[in-house]
């Protein structure tokens, strides 16, 4: 069972930044490849990005460009540096972790989640 907390969530001004962290419990974190999803009220779950087990990077196209996930093995940790923040990306924001090498972007496919972190992007 691997056990994510995120942290870093938080109130920021449009055109800010915040960096959300997602520590993991477990020690073969590397073995996992690991995503980014956010909701906000009343939509449904939404693919941010994704990092592979060897780095290889997905984004929606919302976010291309402006959000770069990366991840520290050594420390058991993803992160998601978010630029350019404008108030459509205000959601709660959860990391998950896929024991799978295929690629998804379906919130269902991923194994773990951690309990979310409120993002609040203000006009």
């Known amino acids: 069972q691997v056990q994510l907390v995120e942290s870093g969530g938080g109130l920021v001004q449009a055109g800010g930044s915040l960096r959300l962290s997602c520590a993991a419990s477990?020690?073969?974190?590397?073995?996992?490849?690991m995503g980014w999803f956010r909701q906000a009220p009343g939509k449904e779950r939404e693919f941010v990005a994704r990092i592979s087990r060897g780095g290889s990077t997905y984004y929606s196209d919302s976010v291309k460009g402006r959000f770069t996930i990366s991840r520290d093995n050594a420390k058991n940790t993803v992160y998601l540096q978010m630029n350019s923040m404008k108030p459509e990306d205000t959601a709660v924001y959860y990391c998950?972790?896929?024991?799978?090498?295929?690629?998804?972007?379906?919130?269902?496919?991923?194994?773990?989640w951690g309990q979310g972190t409120q993002v609040t992007v203000s006009s």
């Open positions: 477990e020690r073969t974190f590397s073995s996992y490849a």
């Open positions: 998950a972790a896929d024991r799978s090498v295929v690629v998804s972007r379906s919130p269902n496919e991923y194994d773990y």
